[in-house]
């Protein structure tokens, strides 16, 4: 299954928007890329999942390159309450999550 | 409402004691998965289960066993054959079948064993 690579951290002005990339080079056609967001200590949250097409939902937008091969979650206007550790995993269409590798993710850090 | 409830939040143990963590999900979801998160650290799978009465083992899946005797219920024993248990226990169930599939997570138990 394919890997993901994130930066490790990033931090953004609170009111700005945020944009965490995530490169999945290795992605094949019927895989999906999924983010999830964990606050300290909390489980991880689904945020936004895409195939091929950009999409947005009322937390974010996820702009996915034409060729699949890297992808943007946005946060529009990043609050306090954004700041958490974002995942960017890649699971094919059917068979659930058994191979799926949640690395450590980026910290987004909002500052104030 | 629909979700997926881990009891405890926070354990703790005496050394060389086995702990049962539980994980009960209400969305008739087929697979159920326990992940262990260390300090800094990603998830990493312990097992899973893609139906009732069969599960199958993760990548740190020694030390542990876990059951799966209804749908809805998918318990982990820490052994006492875990050397290094105290962590932070995720349980999360999905879909298996079908375009994309969004996991559920439970809060998560905090496990101390001193």
């Known amino acids: 299954d394919a890997k993901t690579t994130q930066p490790t951290s990033m931090d953004c002005a609170e009111g700005r928007a945020a944009n965490l990339p995530c490169n999945h080079s290795?992605?094949?056609?019927?895989?999906?890329v999924y983010w999830y967001r964990q606050i300290h200590s909390q489980g991880p949250q689904y945020i936004i999942h895409g195939l091929k097409n950009n999409e947005t939902n009322e937390m974010a937008s996820l702009i996915i390159t034409e060729d699949r091969k890297s992808s943007t979650l946005i946060l529009p206007h990043a609050t306090l309450r954004d700041t958490a550790v974002y995942y960017c995993i890649v699971i094919p269409q059917s068979g659930g999550y058994q191979k799926v590798t949640f690395g450590t993710g980026t910290k987004l850090q909002v500052i104030p | 409402d629909g979700g997926i409830t881990q009891s405890p939040k926070y354990l703790f143990r005496k050394e060389g004691q086995n702990v049962t963590l539980s994980c009960e999900q209400n969305l008739n979801h087929d697979a159920m998965y326990w992940y262990r998160q260390d300090p800094g650290q990603g998830l990493r799978l312990i097992y899973y289960s893609q139906i009732v009465n069969d599960f199958q083992k993760g990548d740190i899946a020694e030390g542990y066993s876990v059951s799966r005797e209804k749908k809805e219920s998918f318990p982990l024993t820490v052994t006492s054959a875990q050397k290094n248990p105290t962590a932070f226990y995720l349980c999360?169930?999905?879909?298996?079948w079908g375009g994309g599939t969004e996991a559920f997570f439970g809060q998560g138990t905090r496990l101390t064993v001193v």
């Open positions: 999360a169930s999905s879909i298996i």
């Open positions: 290795t992605i094949s056609g019927n895989e999906y």
